[in-house]
């Protein structure tokens, strides 16, 4: 593992995150982010957008996140107003990633006519994803099904609204085996653009590998099936699946997060970090505040990224490290030679750092 060196020319691409609030309404027991009750000021969004138009011309790939992001749903539409100036003028992509509890047709209009990719927190069929993705009450089973629920009827409205959605799928030892079919559910309900994350925190065993990888040997012939069937799909398959390559690369500790682009967290209370904190990477990654920063081009770049820290850092036993490595090694192999089956041997996966 490689520390990132420092930007000699100006970046082509900046990848800025807002964290619009860090509280959230779910309580995954995997998720280690902060969950405080801290919104962003509107005087902080004036701040970025002002620094944002220093970096021209490059191009803006910017995230609206949380926590929950639709908690902080004023926000979210002052941002995408402030911003609205700089469009005719610069490349920019508007991103949210929500758990679609709160998601109402006006919101999703809203999303689809700025052009929005909305990426949803669900994994699949509800089984698999009630068992750690809970509500306020995590013992509470009833309200934990109301809440996949809510996610399901999130994802319809942001659908049938003709947002860009997307799906985030995380994938444990418990439910692994129903990958296919939880992937197979969705499709069905017009996603294509999926995410496999391998649950990070967690020991996989032997046969838990086995059978991710037995999935994954399946996936190939279920793509091949529905793109024969709608091949207008093909596009968004094939971006899915190199970005799938890239982030498991991340996630081994192989490749800074966005490897093309400058990468830029702005946290809910105005700290700034070099990659995506969480609790325990925080103070690590931070490299600046909004009230001291002039000129975004200035900040210095992360030593290290988040997954690296965290394996320097020890931040899980020996065991649960190793599976990190093994689950995202696997899926990184996996997803390039599907890509490859799929699409020619022009997809290859990125190389590492070296």
């Not at 490349?91 to 700025?114: D, K, Q, V």
């Not at 995202?328 to 590492?352: D, K, Y």
């Amino acid at each position: 593992m490689t520390a990132l060196s420092p930007s000699v020319t100006p970046p082509k691409r900046w990848q800025v995150t807002f964290v619009l609030t860090d509280a959230c309404n779910m309580r995954c027991s995997y998720c280690t982010t902060a969950k405080r009750d801290v919104t962003i000021s509107s005087s902080h969004l004036g701040k970025v957008v002002e620094l944002l138009e220093k970096t021209s011309p490059a191009a803006l790939d910017l995230n609206f996140h949380g926590g929950e992001p639709t908690l902080a749903w004023e926000q979210v539409v002052e941002l995408s107003d402030r911003l609205e100036p700089l469009l005719p003028h610069r490349t920019i992509s508007r991103n949210m990633s929500t758990n679609g509890r709160l998601m109402t047709a006006e919101r999703a209009s809203f999303l689809a006519e700025r052009g929005f990719n909305v990426r949803v927190s669900i994994d699949g069929r509800q089984e698999g994803h009630v068992r750690y993705r809970r509500g306020l009450a995590p013992r509470d089973t009833v309200a934990a099904e109301r809440s996949y629920e809510e996610s399901l009827r999130g994802l319809d409205i942001l659908v049938t609204a003709g947002a860009r959605v997307a799906v985030n799928m995380v994938v444990t030892p418990d439910n692994a085996h129903d990958l296919v079919k939880n992937v197979a559910f969705l499709v069905r309900r017009g996603l294509v653009q999926l995410t496999v994350s391998p649950v990070v925190g967690m020991v996989w065993d032997n046969d838990a590998l086995v059978e991710l990888d037995r999935q994954l040997n399946l996936l190939p012939a279920f793509w091949e099936h529905w793109i024969g069937e709608h091949p207008e799909i093909a596009v968004d398959v094939r971006r899915s699946l190199e970005s799938e390559v890239r982030r498991a690369a991340y996630c081994e500790g192989d490749l800074p997060n966005q490897p093309d682009a400058r990468l830029l967290i702005v946290g809910a209370d105005g700290r700034l970090y070099g990659d995506e904190p969480e609790v325990r990477t925080e103070r690590h990654l931070q490299i600046g505040h909004l009230d001291d920063c002039e000129d975004l081009a200035t900040l210095p770049l992360s030593e290290r990224t988040a997954f690296q820290l965290m394996y320097d850092l020890g931040f899980y036993n020996e065991e649960k490290l190793l599976s990190v490595r093994r689950t995202h090694r696997l899926l990184r192999l996996r997803t390039a030679a599907m890509l490859e089956q799929l699409f020619g041997s022009g997809s290859q996966p990125p190389a590492s750092v070296p």
